[in-house]
């Protein structure tokens, strides 16, 4: 029951956090990703595609195949659209901000973990 209270109690600055952040990344949610995200684009567009085995056989990769496992996860969900690829990143920030935010709360001050949370946000 405890733990359920400490769940309903959200602080309102972890909201403008989580806001501030939103608001920022929005206006590029649906842009196609550029030089290094444009190459993580097609690998994960040629994974969807293709299959685990082609890409492996095709695909020399300086980056993690989780990265590409994710983006073709979302053309799998949403189609490919960059709008499915590039909600991975907003997703994946939101949580990382409530995760500063809980883990700065544990160790630190109740301030502290509010500008962590900002600092992440930005």
Avoid: C, E
């Avoid at 196609?32 to 685990?52: E, K, M, T």
């Avoid at 939101?94 to 900002?118: D, E, H, K, N």
């Amino acid at each position: 029951m405890r733990a359920y209270r400490r769940v309903l109690r959200l602080d309102p600055f972890l909201l403008i956090a989580l806001g501030l952040f939103l608001l920022l990344t929005m206006p590029s949610i649906g842009n196609i990703p550029h030089l290094d995200g444009n190459i993580l684009f097609v690998q994960s567009y040629d994974l969807y595609r293709d299959g685990f085995q082609h890409f492996l056989q095709k695909q020399p990769s300086t980056h993690p195949p989780l990265t590409m496992l994710i983006g073709a996860f979302g053309f799998w969900l949403g189609g490919v659209h960059a709008f499915s690829f590039n909600l991975w990143g907003r997703l994946f920030g939101l949580i990382g901000i409530v995760g500063i935010y809980q883990l700065s709360l544990r160790l630190m001050t109740r301030a502290s973990a509010r500008w962590s949370a900002l600092l992440l946000a930005v």
